[in-house]
């Protein structure tokens, strides 16, 4: 069986085990075919557009959702609108409401390599309930972990970079940063700054509300409102929902759902499930308001 890649003028061979995995009871063949195969041929089909220096040989892309239900709003959007129709009912995305041109020229890789790579970064394991915490060079973790999701690895042995930043050493980069000016009262805002291979992400978990911006790649987003407990398991990557889970939900059992780019700012609300699958090698902020 051949798999024909437009985007790069290539026909795949697909080993005849991959038809195999993807099970008789499965209803979208397809989108469980095409997913493995993204991640079997990684070099065939990584994105030939740069990206921050992020893209490597090892890099694997995934694709997006076939619709984004979240809706986006433009900078017309004013903070009045956004808490009567956003702040405590539902997630959107905001376009062009922030400018960080001059933090994404300081997030390249060979930037934050020159400056945090002798630096030790805080890394968590990438599971709903237990976190396991391991300290690494910065340096260390870029080429050693930056890499793409394995399928077969729990949560629980995936090591991400994201948050628990030293913000005495990344305190300077953080400055140069533009969160969303939209505030809810009572609130204050605190930073989590991440960087992680493509297929990687956290499983379904939720928190107070806050912000999520992508500064490189792209990193989509799979959500539930509070009354409404997603099917997923806890020590299960995002990306092993994705492919055994999330093809069997029937069309009222699917979570609100988007892919975020660079420029593109998501707010959640208060106790909103969410999960996230990086699509490429990504780097990322989040602004919590607690």
Same mark, same amino acid.
């Given at each position: 069986?051949?798999?024909?890649?437009?985007?790069?003028?290539?026909?795949?061979?697909?080993?005849?085990?991959?038809?195999?995995?993807?099970?008789?009871?499965?209803?979208?063949?397809?989108?469980?075919?095409?997913?493995?195969?993204?991640?079997?041929?990684?070099?065939?089909?990584?994105?030939?557009?740069?990206?921050?220096?992020?893209?490597?040989?090892?890099?694997? $892309?995934?694709?997006?959702?076939?619709?984004?239900?979240?809706?986006?709003?433009?900078? $017309?959007?004013?903070?009045?609108?956004?808490?009567?129709?956003?702040?405590?009912?539902?997630?959107?995305?905001?376009?062009g409401i922030t400018n960080n041109t001059e933090f994404q020229a300081c997030c390249t890789k060979e930037k934050?390599?020159?400056?945090?790579?002798?630096?030790?970064?805080?890394?968590? $394991?990438?599971?709903?309930?237990?976190?396991?915490?391991?300290?690494?060079?910065?340096?260390?973790?870029?080429?050693?972990?930056?890499?793409?999701?394995?399928?077969?690895?729990?949560?629980?042995?995936?090591?991400?970079?994201?948050?628990?930043?030293?913000?005495?050493?990344?305190?300077?980069?953080?400055?140069?940063?533009?969160?969303?000016?939209?505030?809810?009262?009572?609130?204050?805002?605190?930073?989590?700054?991440?960087?992680?291979?493509?297929?990687?992400?956290?499983?379904?978990?939720?928190?107070?509300?806050?912000?999520?911006?992508?500064?490189?790649?792209r990193k989509r987003w799979f959500l539930y409102p509070p009354e409404k407990t997603p099917e997923f398991h806890?020590?299960? $990557?995002?990306?092993?929902?994705?492919?055994?889970?999330?093809?069997?939900?029937?069309?009222?059992?699917?979570?609100?759902?988007?892919?975020?780019?660079?420029?593109?700012?998501?707010?959640?609300?208060?106790?909103?499930?969410?999960?996230?699958?990086?699509?490429?090698?990504?780097?990322?902020?989040?602004?919590?308001?607690?």
């Amino acid at each position: 069986m051949i798999l024909w890649v437009p985007e790069r003028g290539l026909c795949v061979p697909l080993p005849a085990g991959i038809l195999g995995q993807m099970g008789p009871r499965d209803p979208f063949p397809l989108l469980s075919l095409v997913l493995k195969c993204f991640l079997a041929f990684p070099e065939v089909l990584a994105s030939p557009e740069s990206d921050g220096g992020w893209l490597t040989s090892q890099h694997a $892309t995934l694709l997006e959702e076939d619709s984004c239900t979240v809706e986006r709003r433009d900078a $017309t959007l004013t903070y009045a609108q956004f808490i009567e129709q956003y702040a405590f009912s539902r997630p959107v995305i905001l376009q062009g409401i922030t400018n960080n041109t001059e933090f994404q020229a300081c997030c390249t890789k060979e930037k934050l390599l020159t400056r945090f790579g002798d630096h030790l970064v805080r890394l968590s $394991t990438a599971n709903t309930y237990s976190y396991r915490k391991v300290d690494l060079p910065f340096q260390d973790y870029v080429d050693q972990l930056l890499e793409p999701q394995d399928q077969a690895s729990l949560g629980s042995e995936t090591l991400y970079f994201f948050g628990d930043n030293n913000f005495t050493e990344w305190g300077p980069l953080f400055q140069k940063y533009r969160p969303p000016p939209f505030r809810l009262p009572g609130t204050t805002a605190a930073y989590s700054f991440g960087i992680a291979g493509s297929g990687s992400g956290v499983p379904f978990h939720w928190h107070g509300p806050g912000y999520s911006e992508v500064i490189f790649g792209r990193k989509r987003w799979f959500l539930y409102p509070p009354e409404k407990t997603p099917e997923f398991h806890p020590n299960k $990557t995002t990306l092993s929902w994705l492919l055994d889970t999330y093809p069997f939900l029937p069309p009222w059992e699917r979570p609100v759902e988007c892919t975020i780019h660079p420029g593109e700012v998501l707010y959640f609300p208060d106790r909103w499930w969410h999960a996230t699958l990086n699509l490429d090698t990504s780097v990322f902020i989040s602004t919590f308001l607690g």
